[in-house]
């Protein structure tokens, strides 16, 4: 076990509460309001942690799958710095905080709690293969922040996304920011008039996490959700954003050897030996079993 800097206490602190405010976060990290900030700023700018959306002034824990994917993902694309996870201790660190946040989520876990439900849906598009479609039918200011974020992630991975919105609230103008996101990606969003909550239908309905005022939290049946996969089809993007370097550690996945990736993918070996190596530094290791390793863990691969 890795020491782990004082910005994953502080996250660890997040995973073991639904979610926390400012005090209650100082009392059970130990750090005083200036070192706390310092701290949170630090997680938010990374993705690590996002505003509650059950009270106010209050954080919570964002799936470290899907947090370390994200700044992996970055970092690949050129979007930050090689060193970037070094702010977390380095991938080793980082990743140590997957196994924390499965012990405290089950245990912090309310039916009818917004940050519980965020929570499920990062996870569960971490383990998307192929498309995501959110479905929308309540305004929440606190979701566009996190849509640059979600989008992305998914689109580098090569997962299509589509957004649906139902009829009886589209107008509603506090949904402009929400539309601005998307717009700025050519993603159109589809009306529907009889959506069964706000959630994620994930794969073509293989998986469904719903949410609604008056039961809460569920994971659907595909039978009740593959109906509203059609309403994703005008808003859908296409597969195009996959990173080669993503695309190289797949390969490395399944075993294949520096020649045969450089000529599956046209590129030379040269340039597969240069992916290799950035994937080397990021996940902090020069075996190719451990490298693989580590990427099944981020659900990169």
Same mark, same amino acid.
């Given at each position: 076990?890795?020491?782990?800097? *004082?910005? %994953?206490?502080?996250?660890?602190? &997040?995973?073991? #509460?639904?979610?926390?405010?400012? *005090?209650? %976060?100082?009392?059970?990290?130990? &750090?005083?309001? #200036?070192?706390?900030?310092?701290?949170?700023?630090?997680?938010?700018e990374l993705g690590w942690v996002q505003p509650s959306r059950d009270i106010p002034d209050a954080h919570r824990a964002v799936n470290p799958v899907l947090a370390l994917g994200a700044v992996i993902l970055d970092v690949l694309d050129g979007r930050r710095d090689p060193d970037t996870l070094d702010l977390l201790g380095g991938y080793s660190c980082a990743a140590q905080m997957v196994p924390v946040w499965r012990a405290g989520f089950p245990a912090t876990y309310l039916p009818t709690s917004l940050d519980s439900f965020s929570g499920l849906i990062e996870d569960a598009m971490t383990h998307a293969r192929t498309d995501v479609v959110s479905l929308h039918t309540t305004v929440f200011p606190t979701l566009t922040p996190l849509l640059d974020t979600i989008v992305s992630y998914l689109h580098r991975r090569g997962i299509r996304y589509g957004a649906v919105m139902d009829t009886d609230h589209h107008t509603d103008p506090r949904w402009q920011p929400f539309r601005a996101a998307l717009g700025t990606r050519g993603i159109s969003i589809t009306l529907a008039?009889?959506?069964?909550?706000?959630?994620?239908?994930i794969d073509e309905g293989l998986l469904t996490v719903l949410h609604t005022d008056t039961a809460g939290i569920t994971l659907a049946p595909c039978s009740v959700s593959a109906r509203y996969i059609s309403h994703s089809a005008g808003g859908a993007v296409p597969t195009v954003g996959r990173l080669r370097s993503l695309t190289v550690l797949t390969h490395l996945c399944e075993g294949?050897?520096?020649?045969?990736?450089?000529?599956?993918?046209?590129?030379?070996?040269?340039?597969?030996?240069?992916?290799?190596?950035?994937?080397?530094?990021?996940?902090?290791?020069?075996?190719?079993?451990?490298?693989?390793?580590?990427?099944?863990?981020?659900?990169?691969?």
């Open positions: 076990m890795v020491d782990i800097p *004082p910005v %994953l206490t502080v996250y660890a602190a &997040l995973t073991r #509460a639904r979610h926390l405010t400012t *005090p209650a %976060l100082s009392a059970a990290t130990g &750090l005083d309001a #200036a070192g706390l900030d310092r701290q949170i700023d630090t997680l938010s008039a009889d959506l069964p909550g706000r959630g994620l239908v294949s050897t520096t020649e045969k990736i450089a000529a599956a993918l046209g590129v030379s070996e040269r340039t597969v030996r240069r992916d290799i190596t950035v994937l080397r530094q990021i996940f902090d290791t020069h075996h190719r079993a451990t490298l693989t390793h580590r990427a099944a863990t981020t659900g990169l691969v």
